[in-house]
């Protein structure tokens, strides 16, 4: 059985019952933001209304964002009062769990904390054996860098390197070796409102960019067999919506069909209701990422429009 981390989004108590009667054998554990007025998570600013009374009484486990894509000082001038943070969550809401960038603060954290679970973000940008084999011992789960999650062959040697836990991302977009990623994230961390997508004008250029995100749909999983432990759905601002929320986790966690528009997967996901192959899909776990020298993915973007529009 495929074990899930998903989305703190802003609903009331029901929905994360109804997420917990649906889902709770699956759902390892629900993260969620920082609370806002402390350290930054790493992510814009969310609607908290119902914050508190999910971490009081959802009955879900529940992991924190530490996350910000660089701390706003070294990590052992604030250690103390992250630690001590992290301890009133714990005694307050029983959190044991949390996701964090900077190696450093991982250890300051599994050493003060030894009970936590200690993730690795996807931020952290981990793609080689060497990143995962250097951060084996600070973390206990890492979730693998956008660029790898179509790359079978690089995610078999950090699987090799690494003797933790692998987290993959399904339904991020985000564009292999993205020129806007880090200043994106940074506006995201510290930035008072959600930025605006920074690779807008490259992909209104080059739509068929967004086939080369870092998207998997459910069918596709079968191919990641053996190479993860725990798969983790993206979503804070994409799936606000309840029912989309619900529906979008029931296709991923049941393998049920789901267009690539459909999966909450952000700005740079497929805007259009397009299928895609399998072959093709298949095609881009083995290539070199070389787009510019390359025309499968700009001709299956070419072939599901004409598809769709009915073009013979």
């Known amino acids: 059985m495929t074990t899930w981390v ?20 699956h759902v390892r554990e629900v993260y969620f933001p920082l609370l806002q007025g402390q350290f930054a998570s790493g992510r814009g600013r969310q609607p908290e209304q119902f914050l508190h009374r999910f971490l009081r009484r959802a009955p879900l486990p529940k992991a924190v964002l530490l996350n910000p894509v660089v701390l706003p000082q070294p990590a052992g001038r604030i250690a103390d009062e992250v630690v001590s943070t992290l301890m009133r969550l714990q005694d307050d809401f029983g959190v044991r769990s949390v996701t964090v960038t900077d190696p450093t603060l991982a250890r300051i954290i599994k050493h003060a904390l030894p009970g936590w679970h200690v993730t690795a973000s996807v931020l952290l ?84 960019l967004r086939l080369t995100g870092a998207w998997i749909l459910p069918r596709h999983l079968a191919y990641y067999d053996g190479l993860y432990d725990l798969l983790k759905l993206a979503g804070r601002v994409t799936l606000r919506d309840r029912e989309r929320y619900l529906r979008v986790l029931g296709a991923y966690v049941n393998r049920l069909p789901i267009l690539p528009c459909e999966i909450g997967g952000g700005p740079a996901s497929p805007l259009e209701p397009i299928e895609v192959s399998n072959e093709w899909f298949e095609s881009t776990l083995h290539c070199d990422k070389q787009c510019y020298r390359c025309s499968i993915c700009k001709l299956q973007y070419e072939q599901a429009l004409r598809a769709l529009r009915g073009d013979t």
Not at 6 to 25: A, K, M, N, S, T
């Open 6 to 25: 998903i989305p703190y989004v802003d609903q009331d108590l029901d929905f994360w019952e109804e997420i917990h009667e649906r889902f709770g054998d």
């Open 125 to 208: 940008r981990i793609a080689t054996p060497m990143q995962a084999w250097l951060v084996q011992g600070a973390v206990d789960s890492l979730t693998v860098d956008t660029g790898l999650v179509r790359d079978l062959e690089g995610l078999r040697a950090l699987r090799s390197a690494f003797g933790g836990e692998l987290r993959l991302i399904v339904n991020e977009a985000c564009l292999p070796g993205c020129i806007f990623r880090t200043q994106h994230f940074y506006e995201m961390g510290y930035g008072q409102e959600f930025p605006e997508s920074l690779c807008r004008q490259m992909l209104e250029e080059r739509p068929w």
